[in-house]
Nanobody, 121 residues
Framework: QVQLVESGGGLVQAGGSLRLSCAAS????????MGWFRQAPGKEREFVAV???????IYADSVKGRFTISRDNAKNTVYLQVNSLKPEDTAVYYC???????????????WGQGTQVTVSS
């Protein structure tokens, strides 16, 4: 079955950086758009970024210029480089896979378990 496993989260001071990774198995990785979403306590899960099969990317306005999504098809892995972190970036970050490019969480059938990112002020 499809498995997505995130890693790389942690506690970081405001202005710091992290690199989140998501290793995929059980699917033909290169055929899928890969996205990152996040969910803060008491809030809905929101779109962060997506990279499609031809490496085109889309970002949420709130992270443009600070976050970078990339993929390595040879390693079946998608990354999210998060820089200039702010306390409002604190959330559980999830990766997800979809058969077509989307920014809507309902269009992603496969999800990881999430990794916590906490940004202290």
């Amino acid at each position: 079955q499809v498995q997505l496993v995130e890693s790389g989260g942690g506690l970081v001071q405001a202005g710091g950086s992290l690199r989140l990774s998501c290793a995929a198995s059980g699917l033909t990785f290169s055929n899928y758009a890969m996205g990152w979403f996040r969910q803060a306590p008491g809030k809905e899960r929101e779109f962060v970024a997506v990279v499609n099969r031809v490496y085109s990317t889309i970002y949420a306005d709130s992270v443009k210029g600070r976050f970078t999504i990339s993929r390595d098809n040879a390693k079946n892995t998608v990354y999210l480089q998060v820089n200039s972190l702010k306390p409002e970036d604190t959330a559980v970050y999830y990766c997800a896979a979809a058969s077509s490019t989307s920014t809507t969480k309902e269009r992603f059938p496969y999800w990881g378990q999430g990794t916590q990112v906490t940004v202290s002020s």
